[in-house]
């Protein structure tokens, strides 16, 4: 009889509240949302001193699109769990490597040169081998960047090479 309560109980899984998946999204959302409270003691710009939005809008944007993409990966993470790995794979830290080069590149060269040079490097080592795309997502992502940061947000690149041919 004691046999068959221990495997009862060992078939039992812990609550939702003390699986990974939801501590990660718990401390995402609890960070995440305290920001967004704090972007509404913002103040807010006379229109004569604006450029583009208000500097508040794109932080709390910003922060409702991080919650929103972390709720919808918890939610696909309780349809399909995530497979448990010993070891971090080998795109893991040539990602990471990827962002020390665009932080390199966009100090000493031009930061849209730097974002089309991880957009390649990013896409190569995630698995895209054919080099017309690659170019392709090496250029068109970072002009979409470049327009929406210009023209939606009336903010300025930092000076480089390629954003000098444009700004003089």
Same mark, same amino acid.
């Given at each position: ?7 009862? +109980? ?15 999204? &718990? @401390?995402?959302?609890? $960070? ?8 509404? *003691?913002?103040? *807010? $710009?006379?229109?004569?001193?604006? +450029? !583009? ?7 709390? !944007?910003?922060?409702?699109? @991080?919650?929103?993409?972390?709720? $919808?990966?918890? #939610? ?14 080998? *795109?893991?830290?040539?990602? @990471?490597?990827?962002?020390?080069? =665009?932080?390199?590149?966009?100090? *000493? ?14 896409? #190569?080592?995630?698995?895209?081998? +054919? ?15 470049? $327009?929406? =940061?210009?023209?939606?947000? !009336? /903010? +300025? &690149?930092?000076? !480089?090479?390629?954003?000098? /041919?444009?700004?003089?």
């Amino acid at each position: 009889m004691n046999n068959v309560r221990n495997k009862k +109980r060992a078939s039992k899984s812990l609550p939702f509240f003390f699986k990974e998946e939801f501590k990660v999204f &718990f @401390i995402i959302v609890l $960070v995440s949302t305290f920001l967004l409270i704090s972007t509404f *003691t913002f103040d *807010t $710009v006379p229109p004569i001193l604006n +450029r !583009g939005i208000q500097p508040a809008t794109f932080p709390k !944007g910003l922060l409702v699109l @991080i919650i929103t993409l972390t709720s $919808v990966i918890y #939610y696909l993470s309780l349809k399909k769990p995530w497979k448990k790995e010993k070891k971090l794979p080998k *795109t893991f830290f040539l990602t @990471i490597l990827s962002f020390i080069f =665009f932080i390199l590149i966009s100090k *000493t060269l031009d930061f849209f040169l730097a974002i089309s040079v991880l957009s390649i490097f990013v896409s #190569y080592n995630w698995g895209e081998k +054919r080099i017309f795309y690659l170019f392709l997502v090496g250029i068109i992502f970072p002009f979409i960047v470049f $327009v929406f =940061f210009e023209m939606v947000l !009336g /903010l +300025r &690149f930092p000076p !480089g090479i390629i954003t000098n /041919l444009y700004y003089y």
